[in-house]
C-alpha cells in the first residue's frame, strides 16, 4: 500500500509568519529552494518524512499535528458543512473543495468559522443548550492538555507515595491532616440519589457505598483538587471568558476530573508504563487501580513537550448513537468530530458484547486509516430493579502509529480495512448495502429495471 502523503501548507506558511521568517529564509534554514518552499505551502507538494524531520529539528512542534492545523480542520470538515441541506442544490465535488484549500485556505477558514457560528445560533434560539459545545470547543483549544495541572498533580502524587503505598488512604488522610475533612463511606439507603457529597457542617467527604475502588479514589482525588489546585482551575476558567455560567461550571468539573485522573495516573510514570506495555489498556487499569474509562480518557491527554505520548481520540456514546463524550486530543481525528456514525464500525457492535474489547482497522473516505477499540462500561451506582445504564468507549489512533500497540499484534495495519463513513448524510461510498439514507446534496438515480447493493442510488463526482 503507497504511503498516504501529508499536504500542510496552511500550517507551513503560519509557522512560517509566526516566526517572522521570509520563505527564502526558511527555505535557506531547511535546505531547499524558495520556489520548492512556495509549492508546499499551496499544497501542490507533499511534505516528505526528510522534510518533516528538519521541521521538527528547527522549530518546537508535534510533526504530527500538522494535518490538524488545516483551515478548517481540512477538506474532509469542509465536506461536511458543505454536505448541509442549505447546499443541497450546489452539487459541490471534491475537487472543488480541494481545489479551495489549496488556492484560498483563509476564506475556508473564515467559511467554517461563520457557518460554525451560525449553527450554534440556530441551536441556541431553537432552544438546544449548546453549554456543552463551549465546553468542548474550549477543551479542543487546549487539546485535552493542561500542563500545569498534570505538573502539580504529579507533584502531589509523588509526595502522597513516599507517605503509602495505597492512593486512596494517602489522599484520605491527606484530606484529614490538612483540609479538616473525612471521609465516609454511606449505605446506598442513606444516600439513594448521590455517590458523592461534601458535607461542608460535618466536615466530612460522603460516598457511596456502590462506588467500586477506582471510582472511590477518583472521587477522593477530585475532592484534593478543589482544595489543593483551585488557584489553577480558577485561571483556566477565568481564561476561558465565557459568558455561560453553566459552560464554565461544566469546565471547572472538568478540569477537577482531570486533575483527579493525573492524581491517579501521573504523567511521566504513567507515560512510561504505555510505552513499556505497548499502551495495553487492561494491564493500565491493573497498574494504576483505574477503571477503563479513566484509561482511555488519560490516554487522549498525554501532550506534554519533549514526552508526548501516542495521539488517542476516545468517544463516549449509547444505544441509540448519542455522543456524551468525545476527546480529540492531537488525533485530529473526524470520526470523533463528526455528529453522524457509520453502523459498520465496531463501536455500535461492542454493546452485543458487553466488557469484551473489540478491535476494528477502519478507513475513512479522505483515506485516512485508524486503529480502533471499543468496549462498554456501565457507571457506577446501578442497582437491581432499576435502570443500568450502559455506554461503548470508542478509543482510537492513526493507524500508522499503531504498531506498537500490543492488542494490535497478529493484525496487518496495512491489509484490508473496514470502510466507513462518518454518517450515510455526509458519506459518498457507492453500493453501501448498510445505507440508510442518500447523501445531502446529491442527485438521486431511480431506475425501475435494476437495483444495486444499496436502495439509495445516487450522482457520483
Known amino acids: 500500500m503507497a504511503e498516504q502523503k501529508l499536504f500542510a501548507g496552511h500550517a507551513i506558511r503560519r509557522l512560517r509568519r509566526g516566526g517572522g521568517l521570509t520563505q527564502a529564509a526558511m527555505a535557506e534554514m531547511l535546505d531547499i529552494s524558495a520556489s520548492y518552499l512556495n509549492l508546499i505551502e499551496r499544497n501542490q507538494r507533499p511534505l516528505s518524512a526528510t522534510l518533516l524531520l528538519r521541521l521538527a529539528e528547527q522549530f518546537?512542534?508535534?510533526?504530527?499535528?500538522?494535518?490538524?492545523?488545516e483551515p478548517g480542520g481540512g477538506a474532509a470538515a469542509l465536506r461536511r458543512r458543505l454536505a448541509d441541506p442549505i447546499f443541497a442544490d450546489?452539487?459541490?465535488?471534491?475537487?472543488?473543495?480541494?481545489?479551495?484549500?489549496?488556492?484560498?485556505?483563509?476564506?475556508?477558514?473564515?467559511?467554517?468559522?461563520?457557518?460554525?457560528?451560525?449553527?450554534?445560533?440556530?441551536?441556541?434560539?431553537?432552544?438546544?443548550?449548546?453549554?456543552i459545545a463551549l465546553v468542548r470547543g474550549e477543551i479542543a483549544r487546549w487539546r485535552n492538555h493542561f500542563p500545569d495541572l498534570d505538573a502539580q498533580a504529579e507533584s502531589i502524587a509523588d509526595e502522597l507515595r513516599l507517605g503509602a503505598g495505597d492512593l486512596y488512604g494517602a489522599i484520605a488522610e491527606r484530606l484529614r491532616t490538612r483540609h479538616q475533612l473525612s471521609i465516609r463511606i454511606l449505605p446506598v439507603d442513606v444516600m439513594p440519589d448521590r455517590l458523592r457529597r461534601l458535607d461542608l457542617h460535618a466536615r466530612q467527604l460522603q460516598l457511596s457505598e456502590m462506588l467500586d475502588p477506582a471510582s472511590r479514589t477518583f472521587a477522593a482525588g477530585f475532592q484534593l483538587a478543589q482544595n489543593e489546585a483551585r488557584a489553577e482551575i480558577d485561571a483556566l476558567v477565568r481564561g476561558a471568558g465565557f459568558t455561560d455560567r453553566v459552560a464554565e461550571r461544566l469546565y471547572r468539573r472538568h478540569l477537577l476530573s482531570y486533575f483527579a485522573a493525573a492524581l491517579m495516573m501521573p504523567y511521566a510514570r504513567f507515560l512510561r508504563a504505555?510505552?513499556?506495555?505497548?499502551?495495553?489498556?487492561?494491564?493500565?487499569?491493573?497498574?494504576?487501580?483505574?477503571?477503563?474509562?479513566?484509561?482511555?480518557?488519560?490516554?487522549?491527554?498525554?501532550?506534554?513537550?519533549?514526552?508526548?505520548?501516542?495521539?488517542?481520540?476516545?468517544?463516549?456514546?449509547?444505544?441509540?448513537?448519542?455522543?456524551?463524550?468525545?476527546?480529540?486530543?492531537?488525533?485530529?481525528?473526524?470520526?470523533?468530530?463528526s455528529d453522524g456514525r457509520c453502523p459498520l464500525w465496531v463501536l455500535h457492535a461492542a454493546f452485543d458484547r458487553p466488557g469484551r474489547l473489540m478491535r476494528q482497522l477502519v478507513a475513512l473516505e479522505d483515506e485516512t486509516r485508524w486503529f480502533t477499540l471499543a468496549r462498554t462500561v456501565q457507571p457506577q451506582g446501578g442497582r437491581y430493579g432499576g435502570v443500568t445504564a450502559e455506554f461503548a468507549i470508542g478509543l482510537g489512533v492513526s493507524a500508522s502509529l499503531a504498531s506498537t500497540l500490543a492488542v494490535a499484534r497478529g493484525i496487518d495495519l496495512g491489509g484490508e480495512a473496514t470502510p466507513i463513513g462518518l454518517g450515510c448524510r455526509v458519506c459518498t461510498r457507492q453500493d453501501c448495502p448498510q445505507r440508510s439514507a442518500p447523501p445531502a446534496g446529491r442527485a438521486m438515480l431511480v431506475n425501475e429495471r435494476e437495483r444495486g447493493l444499496s436502495p439509495f442510488s445516487f450522482a457520483g463526482d
Not at 60 to 69: A, Y
Not at 95 to 118: K, N
Request: proline share 3%; charged share 30%; net charge negative.
Open 60 to 69: 518546537d512542534f508535534d510533526p504530527r499535528t500538522l494535518s490538524g492545523d
Open 90 to 131: 450546489l452539487e459541490i465535488d471534491r475537487a472543488e473543495v480541494d481545489e479551495w484549500l489549496a488556492a484560498a485556505p483563509a476564506t475556508a477558514e473564515a467559511f467554517a468559522r461563520a457557518f460554525d457560528r451560525l449553527r450554534a445560533g440556530e441551536a441556541a434560539d431553537a432552544g438546544e443548550a449548546d453549554s
Open 274 to 337: 504505555c510505552e513499556a506495555t505497548g499502551y495495553d489498556v487492561e494491564l493500565l487499569q491493573r497498574r494504576f487501580g483505574a477503571g477503563f474509562e479513566q484509561v482511555a480518557h488519560r490516554l487522549t491527554t498525554l501532550q506534554r513537550v519533549g514526552a508526548r505520548g501516542l495521539p488517542f481520540f476516545m468517544i463516549r456514546i449509547d444505544r441509540a448513537g448519542q455522543v456524551s463524550k468525545r476527546h480529540e486530543g492531537a488525533s485530529a481525528a473526524p470520526i470523533v468530530e
